[in-house]
């Protein structure tokens, strides 16, 4: 399941169930990661907390990290991040913040491989 999380990649819609995420337009992403993630409705807030954990310092020691934001629906949980560059967001995938930490965090709730997408954001 680790490998599946590193190796999966590409991605971004600034749609979510017919709503738009508002941005301002001078720290507007230029791409976005988006990773979907199957977990049982018992294992969400134990993900959640996955989530909260990380959250800040993704955004203070990711370089080109813009945004984080988690969006959940009923068949799934989706984490957004915003991103300088899709190079930046891909680069991301291959630090130790998301291979150590948030991989292994969220690795025990998982039902099956998350979906991984990198967006160019225009």
Do not use: C, W
């Amino acid at each position: 399941m680790k490998n599946a999380l590193i190796v999966m990649a590409m991605a971004t819609a600034v749609l979510f169930g017919g709503a738009a995420i508002a941005e301002d337009t001078a720290t507007a992403p230029g791409a976005y990661l988006e990773i979907t993630l199957d977990i049982d409705d018992a294992n969400r807030a134990a993900a959640g907390e996955v989530y909260t954990t990380y959250k800040q310092p993704f955004l203070d020691g990711i370089e080109g990290a813009v945004s984080k934001t988690l969006l959940l629906r009923d068949e799934d949980v989706q984490v957004l991040h915003g991103f300088a560059t899709t190079e930046t967001a891909q680069a991301y995938l291959k630090s130790d913040l998301f291979k150590d930490d948030v991989v292994a965090g969220l690795s025990p709730y998982l039902k099956s491989d998350p979906d991984v997408r990198v967006y160019s954001a225009h």
